[in-house]
């Protein structure tokens, strides 16, 4: 079973771009079977899917993001990465990355069966 640990800023100022890094151990992210996903909660809601990459490299993403989001992947590191465009306050939330098999959804937060530790990301001025 693979393991995942996220990486990045705590804060960011509003406009600004967040990146994230999922850093993948335990099996490669180009083979098997595995899925990833990003996915954030913000304070006091429930979990929202950024994107997701199937293991053959095809990444899809949320369109209620409106094109702010990036993901791409770098298989010689076996880590993932995800960047927000101009992010305001309502993109204050932690953040996971996490890895499923594939159940044909995105958002089946229950058959996610490796979760990174989640980074609180607070965008604020």
Known sequence: QVQLQVSGPGLVKPSQTLSLTCTVSGGSIAMGDHYYSWIRQPPGKGLEWLGGMEPGGRIYYNPSL??????????????????LDSVTPEDTAVYYCASKGWDGTWSSWSEYFSWGQGIQVTVSS
């Open 66 to 83: 409106n094109s702010r989001t990036s993901i791409s992947r770098e298989t010689s590191t076996n880590r993932f990465t995800l960047q």
